[in-house]
């Protein structure tokens, strides 16, 4: 009977003992809880801030280099004026763009420009053009080429072809200028110079340096 009463002794002691653990467990729990909470918090935020990347700084003010945004191969690039007709093409087998300067540079190019229904041609092994092709530095094997038609009057204007290792071609006022030797051909007629500017809205050709001529004769009326 003693042993009895001391074994419910001791169950019921190690049970007040167990009780209290737990009530003090769940006051340390709610005590220190929310300090808990709240140092996990400051720690993520820590971290967030430690590995959030920075802010994107505006480009507008970075210079930018002479290097190639974008690149095409075996390419042609077509303008059209407001009425939708073709103003010019500009083609090649290999082109780069240079936001820098934006000048397109072209290997192989093969151009073609219309105003008021004349056609201009112009190759080269290497071109430099402008955004809408109106103006082209031709290098290597340079040509340009008017087809023959009539001017805004009427007449008759025999077909132009200029050559040469390099060529300044201004499509839209029809100008077409060098500092190297250049060979002209009017018609049948054939020139050479050192240097050129040529306008073909002014009917004027400015030949330098040692200029030869070969002029055919013109046909009887």
Known sequence: MTTSLRTESGIAAAWAAAVRWGQNLWFAS?????????????LGTWWLARNTPGAIVPTDDVPMTHEPDYYMRNFA??????????????????GQHYPDTNILEIDQARIRSFKAAQLT??????????????????VGDALVVREAGKDAAGNVQPRLEFRGEFLHAFLRT???KSHLPVTLKRGNDVFTADSLEYDNLGRVATLQGRVRGTLSPRAAP
């Not at 690039?77 to 290999?94: C, H, M, P, T, Y």
């Open 30 to 42: 709610t005590t220190y809880l929310p300090m808990l909470l709240i140092a996990v918090l400051a």
């Open 77 to 94: 690039v077509k303008n059209f004026d407001a009425a939708g007709q073709l103003r010019s093409e500009i083609a090649g087998k290999q």
């Open 121 to 138: 041609t112009a190759t080269a092994k290497k071109a430099y053009s402008n955004a809408d092709g109106s103006e082209v530095q031709l």
């Open 174 to 176: 029809e100008q077409v």
